[in-house]
Nanobody, 122 residues
Framework: QVHLVESGGGLVQAGGSLRLSCAAS????????MGWFRQAPNKEREVVAA????????DYAESVKGPFTISRDSAKNTLLLQMNNVSSEDTAVYYC???????????????WGQGTQVTVSS
């Protein structure tokens, strides 16, 4: 069984920083592609960033390249998303996901956490 639990969301001012964490079961962490997705009100869910099991390959949405960084803490089986210079457009529920491929997760399959709310105030 794969378990994913997000934390670190909250209210942040525009231009500020926030770090999201996803505690993962060892199976997810060592086997799957892992990623962060987000869904804003009245918008479709979109991928924010993803990394392969070894952490050597990463992929980012164009809108977050530069300010956001995805990484893995292997010792703690934790997936991280460092969000810098946030804007109101980053307001969304952020989900951690794991699966055999990014394509799988884009289709809504794989394993998902419960989500954590990020709200950016202007």
């Amino acid at each position: 069984q794969v378990h994913l639990v997000e934390s670190g969301g909250g209210l942040v001012q525009a231009g500020g920083s926030l770090r999201l964490s996803c505690a993962a079961s060892e199976r997810a962490f060592s086997t799957y592609v892992m990623g962060w997705f987000r869904q804003a009100p009245n918008k479709e869910r979109e991928v924010v960033a993803a990394t392969n099991w070894g952490g050597g390959g990463t992929d980012y949405a164009e809108s977050v390249k530069g300010p956001f960084t995805i990484s893995r803490d292997s010792a703690k089986n934790t997936l991280l998303l460092q969000m810098n210079n946030v804007s109101s457009e980053d307001t969304a529920v952020y989900y951690c996901a794991a699966g055999p491929s990014l394509l799988t997760m884009r289709g809504g399959h794989g394993y998902w956490g419960q989500g954590t709310q990020v709200t950016v105030s202007s």
